[in-house]
């Protein structure tokens, strides 16, 4: 069975935050998430990982090309969706292609925030829950440490990731639209992840009155706090105090909503309607849409922020072109890598073929030596013998031929088998 690089996914361009919350894979499904996967097709499956973030979800598998039409339902059905619900936001890539978009992902050239270093990180650490379920093999570890290598030479060689305009700082922009200078503004974190760090280093630059980090954690919680002279706060104890924050900042692994349209409508009242920036850059989202209808909350998700940075991107554009010539190249690399993986069986049973006649002419040559032929002789016989089955196939290939085979071969002989005055 000949094994395919595939790549199965949505993001931010095929698809809203709606359905990519849907299908978005937290910490602790990942594994089993790849042992079903290869559970449902076997070795049709070989090797697989998955690649789950708030702007996109992706499989990434070496694969029988056969199961191309099958893994959408499957990720469907996992998902607990209807079958062919993912069909119009999802996209496929085989071979080639496939190793272009990982390599176009790890360099930040496919991210709603162009350059952004952070989806590196993401990825690998994607292909370590895939190491660790014993879902990556060869070709992939192989795709993958290639796909490393590439973002850094990306980012090294070009100015993709200058000026970058993340999405902390979006978020610091449109809290400010709302509040103008943040100097009396308390701001609240909920979550203590890599996102939440980020935007607490930019808010802080803002100097805003007061800022708390609530989380699940209260060990992560102060870690992060005590970097910035903040409050922390229990998950438990959000209902009491969320109405004393201008500006709520969410981003966690949870699979349900933290902040409930009831909780946030009180809060309003007790603000006596005072306006409140909600930011939500968690997939699946942390704030219940309907919040964003109330009359005074200016709720914005993760979209909504990819949208404004987005226009701070055409400083970098030219700096795409540079970086899609790296990728080309190294996809070129990659795939005379895998060409030449191919052709390892055929080289084995060519070689076993070979090692096969040898030792048949030397049993001979032995025999003759037993009883008693000339050396010299036996040697003749040997050189002969090895020379004729040495050019039997393609002498033979060649007198069965006809026009434009024979001349396709005469042009391959001399490379097969070169004449002495050439290998000279």
């Not at 595939?6 to 931010?12: S, V």
């Not at 209807?82 to 050239?109: I, K």
Request: charged letters at 25%; a neutral charge; hydrophobic letters at 45%.
């Amino acid at each position: 069975m000949s094994l395919d690089v595939l790549t199965f996914g949505l993001n931010h361009v095929s698809a809203p935050v709606a359905v990519r919350e849907r299908v978005s894979f937290t910490g602790d499904l990942l594994k089993p998430a790849l042992e079903g996967l290869r559970s449902a097709f076997g070795s049709s499956v070989r090797e697989a990982a998955i690649l789950s973030t708030c702007n996109r979800t992706e499989i990434y598998c070496a694969a029988d090309p056969v199961v191309s039409e099958h893994i959408p339902a499957w990720l469907a059905d996992f998902n607990k969706l209807e079958t062919g619900s993912l069909q119009p936001h999802l996209y496929r890539y085989q071979r080639n292609d496939a190793v272009r978009h990982a390599f176009r992902v790890a360099s930040g050239l496919d991210s709603m925030v162009l350059g952004e270093p952070q989806i590196l990180g993401q990825m690998k650490d994607a292909v370590r829950v895939a190491n660790e379920a014993g879902s990556l093999g060869t070709l992939l570890h192989q795709l993958f440490q290639r796909t490393f290598s590439v973002a850094k030479e990306v980012r090294s060689q070009t100015a993709i990731g200058a000026h970058s305009v993340s999405m902390a700082a979006a978020a610091v922009k449109l809290a400010e639209r709302v509040f103008g200078d943040l100097a009396e503004t308390n701001v609240l974190f909920i979550g203590a992840g890599e996102m939440i760090e980020l935007c607490a280093t930019h808010f802080a630059a803002a100097q805003p009155k007061r800022m708390t980090v609530a989380n699940r954690t209260v060990e992560r919680a102060q870690t992060l706090a005590s970097r910035f002279s903040a409050g922390t706060m229990k998950l438990a104890d959000l209902p009491q105090h969320i109405a004393k924050y201008d500006i709520i900042v969410s981003c966690t692994a949870s699979s349900l909503p933290i902040l409930g349209l009831g909780m946030v409508e009180k809060a309003t009242r007790t603000r006596r309607h005072r306006p409140i920036v909600m930011v939500d850059l968690a997939v699946p989202r942390d704030i219940e849409t309907e919040v964003g209808r109330l009359a005074d909350v200016y709720l914005y998700s993760v979209d909504d922020l990819g949208r404004l940075v987005q226009s701070a991107t055409d400083a970098r554009k030219a700096a795409v072109i540079q970086a899609e010539a790296i990728i080309e190249t190294r996809v070129q690399h990659f795939m005379h890598w895998l060409q030449t993986r191919a052709n390892v069986p055929t080289i084995i049973e060519y070689q076993q073929a070979a090692d096969e006649v040898r030792q048949h002419e030397l049993d001979r040559a032995r025999r003759a030596l037993a009883r008693g032929v000339n050396p010299e002789d036996v040697l003749e016989q040997l050189a002969h013998g090895l020379t004729q089955k040495y050019m039997h196939g393609p002498l033979s290939a060649l007198n069965r031929s006809e026009d434009a085979e024979r001349q396709q071969l005469l042009e391959l002989l001399p490379r097969l088998y070169p004449t002495t005055e050439r290998r000279r």
